[in-house]
């Protein structure tokens, strides 16, 4: 009696298109991964005693302490901070340090994730570590009241079993979507946008009225409940899907045609990283990726600190940029698939004339930060339009993998995040170096000017140097890629 319900809701679904239900199951996990991975961003503000005391921040509820020792001693707040638990004694540094523990576990697991998947499935590869990362997210606070480095330890476990799941995802993408439905599957993996929207606001509303501990243990209910779900929709292949119907079956493999081997191949790893394209792909990625993990990192800090927001409105504030982005990259990738179907442009035009919306003007808003001036709601703007176009993205360094090449779609996403996270453990350091003796505006004009930069030059080398044909290498038995398929990537 107790599975009726459960057998019902698999019946419902199943009158869904699968390929539908597969792509909403790549937003949620999307969606619960970034809810593990930003959390800390704000409860870490309700974890520490504040750093810096300014008659700003005393005002809005956000004042700060002279600098403080290194001890992970559990202390009592002083009267004037906030009670949302019990708060630790973590210099700038250490917050810095357990701010990028998650990004050095995730490097860990991205570079092989690609790999793995291609090799076993996506879909065992993300259930079963979401399944693992709701405990370890559980486990947070207990981990926090052994001292810091045991709370950097769970993050970093944390960050390992994150890293598998958007080089696993991109290989799923590869034998799910059909080419002129690709821009929609990828605007899917922005379910981590989500994650942030929803993230920062609800952890801050959980800090103010149940304490810190409670903005964990709730997006590890959430997880668990999405891992399940996960498990029963996701198959690693529409032939291996035991509810699929044959039409929708045969309708996925012919639209894709020869571009996906029947073997599982081995990459070639060697003309990969020779390759002009994917490297310029790679640079590209990289500067997508610093922008996003500096704003997942410091935001909700650059708005209580400086802006001087109480934690609940900084992290809805904070969360506006990524609603932004979200939206705008369903746009996106919707004009993307037009074009595309229309043939208007070929693939690689569409690839680096999208760049100027998704690397180029963010960067020039970030430079308009700088000059800004001391207008909290305009600096939020400012940030909220920059984020919102890097929604573009959708358009250009996430889908480019998987026009060079379909066969190694998530081993090319695996290498480009490897090297792309390590930004997500620079970034806070920069921040750190700039703001360790007080965190005012004119240290935090540094920090933009440097993410000006880390958005537009390497959107320059992609211009110059990106593609968007399948590469020879992508059939490493053949010198050349079929024809048709060929065309069908390229136009």
Request: net charge positive; with cysteine; proline share 6%.
């Amino acid at each position: 009696m107790v599975l009726n319900p459960l057998v019902h809701l698999i019946k419902t679904v199943d009158r869904i298109p699968t390929r539908f239900n597969v792509a909403i199951m790549l937003f949620m996990s999307c969606f619960i991964s970034y809810m593990l991975r930003v959390n800390m961003s704000v409860n870490i503000l309700a974890m520490v005693n504040p750093i810096q005391r300014s008659p700003r921040s005393s005002a809005m509820g956000t004042n700060s302490s002279e600098s403080v020792s290194n001890s992970t001693t559990s202390i009592a707040p002083a009267p004037h901070v906030m009670d949302y638990g019990p708060r630790y004694n973590w210099s700038s540094h250490d917050q810095s340090l357990l701010l990028g523990a998650y990004f050095y576990g995730y490097l860990m697991t991205s570079l092989p994730a690609g790999v793995l998947a291609e090799r076993f499935g996506g879909r065992r590869l993300v259930g079963y570590t979401l399944s693992f990362s709701a405990l370890l997210t559980a486990l947070t606070p207990l981990a926090a009241t052994y001292g810091l480095w045991v709370i950097i330890a769970n993050r970093a476990l944390l960050g390992i079993c994150g890293g598998v799941l958007y080089p696993a995802l991109h290989n799923l993408v590869s034998k799910w979507a059909p080419p002129n439905e690709k821009g929609k599957f990828i605007s899917a993996l922005m379910g981590g946008t989500f994650g942030t929207v929803v993230t920062w606001p609800l952890v801050g509303v959980l800090i103010e009225t149940l304490g810190w501990s409670f903005a964990f243990y709730v997006p590890a209910v959430l997880t668990a409940i999405v891992a399940s779900v996960w498990l029963i929709i996701v198959a690693d292949s529409p032939a291996q899907h035991p509810r699929i119907s044959k039409e929708e079956q045969e309708f996925i493999e012919k639209s894709l045609g020869d571009t996906l081997s029947k073997q599982k191949l081995l990459p070639p790893v060697v003309k990969m990283m020779t390759s002009v394209p994917f490297l310029a792909l790679l640079v590209l990625h990289f500067g997508n990726l610093w922008g996003l993990y500096f704003l997942i990192t410091a935001a909700p800090k650059f708005m209580s600190e400086v802006l001087g927001f109480k934690l609940a409105k900084a992290g809805f504030l904070a969360a506006l940029p990524y609603l932004a982005r979200a939206l705008a990259a369903f746009g996106f990738g919707s004009i993307g698939d037009y074009l595309r179907k229309k043939s208007l442009f070929t693939v690689t035009t569409i690839r680096k004339s999208f760049c100027l919306f998704s690397h180029i003007i963010p960067g020039l808003f970030l430079v308009g930060l700088i000059y800004a001036g001391f207008d909290p709601y305009m600096c939020v703007a400012i940030i909220t339009l920059s984020l919102g176009f890097n929604g573009a993205s959708t358009m250009t360094n996430l889908q480019n993998s998987q026009d060079l090449a379909p066969n190694f779609a998530g081993t090319l996403y695996g290498i480009i995040n490897f090297v792309g996270t390590t930004s997500g453990f620079i970034t806070p350091m920069l921040v750190a170096h700039f703001t360790a003796e007080r965190s005012t505006m004119d240290e935090w004009r540094y920090v933009f000017a440097i993410g000006a930069a880390a958005y537009m030059i390497p959107a320059l080398v992609f211009v110059l140097f990106g593609s968007a044909a399948v590469q020879k290498w992508n059939e490493p038995n053949q010198h050349e890629p079929q024809k048709g398929a060929r065309v069908q990537e390229t136009f």
